[in-house]
């Protein structure tokens, strides 16, 4: 996907204008698109709307509280990846929650699909939201009657393909992994301040991700999401109960580890064993899978991405072009 058509979200370099450059103003004559799309179609409750028409009340407690929940799903050459995993795992959070989905599984399948043909795209990523719908301004959930279910499809590149050749700088931010015992990670909630707080302390180091601890001091995820280190040959990553999601794509490496004949165990990993590994890379279902080469300024490795991650890369590369449901039935 290059990067000229698609909204481009975290890319990791800013360029000053020279002195002779025509600097354009802040506020734009007319809005720009935010989903990258032209004549973008949005899905709110079984109708279509136009993105500068497509608004939800001021008093839905996805917006009042975070109540609610949400998957990010990509789709490749006509085909959405990993669907029925995405879908299976927002159930789990809707009933985790105490959320009723307003729909069946098919009948959001279908949804997500129409919405992809109603924007006329191959290649792209879905924010699927579940939100607890309109009540009143008090916190009970039970004054939510009717849960609301929002679709968008964009054009986006998390980091321009430089990044993915070259490999990313991290760094470890002060702001914790939440506990799993206050908010289980498991649960893909709308309440993201945890990882935005971790996001800003990145943007302040000048790095282009943070590394999230856990209450005990061990890595827990990246804000990118899951977070690999390989060392003499094997991979490791922390385990679901370190406070690391339970990532789509973090199960696809599992996958094309045992394909390759690499060993990967679930263990706690600290700071140090990320300093030393002789390779890193992060996977999140936006970000794909990307290498890191810095952290905390020092260099992983060589300082560039390393034949394990490259293998990887490659190999998730090609399951996107070849595997995933339809959108064209």
Not at 49 to 58: D, L, R
Not at 150 to 169: E, N, P
Not at 205 to 230: R, S, W
Request: a neutral charge; glycine letters at 8%.
């Amino acid at each position: 996907m290059k990067t000229t058509d698609a909204t481009v979200l975290d890319e990791p370099k800013t360029h000053e204008p020279t002195a002779d450059a025509v600097v354009e103003p802040a506020i734009e004559s007319r809005p720009r698109p935010a989903t990258g799309v032209k004549e973008a179609k949005i899905y709110i409750d079984g109708k279509f709307y136009s993105e500068a028409n497509a608004k939800v009340s001021v008093l839905d407690h996805g917006l009042l509280y975070g109540d609610g929940i949400f998957e990010g799903i990509r789709f490749y050459s006509g085909r959405v990846f990993r669907l029925e995993e995405h879908l299976n795992r927002l159930w789990d959070s809707a009933r985790s929650i105490c959320l009723e989905i307003p729909m069946t599984m098919r009948e959001m399948t279908e949804a997500v699909l129409e919405t992809i043909r109603q924007n006329h795209l191959r290649n792209g990523y879905i924010r699927l939201l579940v939100t607890r719908g309109i009540g009143n301004l008090g916190l009970n959930p039970t004054q939510c009657k009717s849960p609301s279910v929002i679709i968008i499809v964009a054009t986006i590149v998390l980091y321009h393909q430089d990044v993915y050749r070259k490999g990313l700088s991290i760094v470890t931010c002060a702001t914790r992994r939440s506990n799993p015992a206050a908010l289980n990670p498991a649960v893909k909630s709308l309440n993201y301040l945890n990882n935005v707080m971790a996001r800003i302390e990145a943007n302040l180091a000048g790095a282009d991700e943070a590394l999230m601890l856990n209450d005990a001091g061990n890595v827990a995820e990246c804000t990118a999401d899951n977070v690999f280190v390989v060392k003499r040959g094997q991979i490791f990553t922390p385990p679901i109960t370190a406070g690391a999601l339970r990532g789509i794509t973090r199960s696809i490496v599992f996958e094309i580890a045992a394909e390759l004949g690499i060993k990967v165990s679930e263990t706690d990993i600290t700071r140090h064993d990320v300093f030393v590994a002789d390779e890193c890379f992060l996977t999140g279902t936006a970000a794909e899978i990307i290498p890191v080469v810095k952290a905390d300024g020092r260099l992983i490795g060589n300082g560039k991405p390393g034949p394990i991650t490259t293998r990887t890369m490659a190999r998730f590369r090609e399951m996107t072009r070849e595997t995933g449901t339809p959108i064209l039935a």
